[in-house]
């Protein structure tokens, strides 16, 4: 599922229409709430092995939504970044896939 939706955006050739497209989208509010659930758990985890308490109610609620802000205009920023990868490989689809290809999965996911 999550496969689908890396290829998906980013595919150079797909549109901005299909990008806020029923499939997509709901795809990505799927992949944001459990990379939420993931991400916040691993801080809570953190926060208790090194200081003996989970973070707050508070500290939580605001974890969750800089996340899913945060993680939501990324997926927007990455399809902008794709569109203008294919644009400067002059509409090469293979080159601009090639590049994208390596780029996230050596710099982006490592982060």
């Not at 890396?6 to 990008?19: C, G, I, K």
């Not at 997926?75 to 490989?89: E, M, P, S």
């Not at 002059?90 to 601009?96: D, L, P």
Request: glycine residues 4%.
């Amino acid at each position: 599922m999550l496969t689908k939706l890396y290829l998906d955006t980013t595919n150079p050739r797909l549109t901005w229409n299909a990008f806020f497209s029923t499939k997509i989208m709901s795809l990505i509010i799927i992949s944001i709430i459990v990379h939420t659930i993931i991400y916040t758990v691993f801080c809570n985890m953190v926060s208790f092995i090194f200081f003996g308490k989970i973070l707050n109610n508070s500290i939580n609620i605001r974890l969750i939504l800089s996340l899913i802000i945060f993680m939501f205009f990324g997926y927007i920023g990455r399809f902008i970044h794709v569109k203008q990868v294919y644009k400067d490989f002059n509409y090469n689809y293979e080159k601009s896939k090639e590049y994208l290809d390596i780029h996230y999965n050596s710099w982006i996911f490592m982060g």
